[in-house]
């Protein structure tokens, strides 16, 4: 799911975790690592060593260009990092 004309190109089509168009709301599950989370990560910025750190700078950059694009569109956008919810251990009775 995308918010058409929210994000600009070539993001444009970058499809959020959940989408909560009345309040105008987008959530994302960030990765700790791929996402390069300040709380895991802090005070360290990878060096692009190798293909896959040069991946992450990408994401990084991406990220960046999302969080900028989806504020200054009005929308508001709730990232949830991994780190709060891997060791969760919630058990759902139903
Ligand atoms: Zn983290």
């Given at each position: 799911m995308y918010v058409?004309?929210?994000l600009p190109a070539p993001y444009e089509y970058h499809k959020f975790d959940t989408i909560l168009?009345?309040?105008k709301t987008?959530?994302?599950h960030q990765g700790c690592y791929w996402h390069w989370?300040?709380?895991c990560h802090p005070n360290v910025t990878p060096?692009?060593?190798s293909p896959q750190?040069?991946?992450i700078l990408r994401t990084i950059?991406?990220?960046k260009i999302i969080r900028e694009a989806v504020k200054k569109g009005g929308w508001k956008l709730i990232e949830i990092w991994e780190h709060t919810t891997k060791y969760c251990?919630?058990?759902f009775k139903i």
């Amino acid at each position: 799911m995308y918010v058409p004309g929210l994000l600009p190109a070539p993001y444009e089509y970058h499809k959020f975790d959940t989408i909560l168009a009345q309040i105008k709301t987008v959530i994302e599950h960030q990765g700790c690592y791929w996402h390069w989370c300040p709380i895991c990560h802090p005070n360290v910025t990878p060096e692009p060593t190798s293909p896959q750190l040069r991946n992450i700078l990408r994401t990084i950059q991406k990220d960046k260009i999302i969080r900028e694009a989806v504020k200054k569109g009005g929308w508001k956008l709730i990232e949830i990092w991994e780190h709060t919810t891997k060791y969760c251990n919630l058990q759902f009775k139903i």
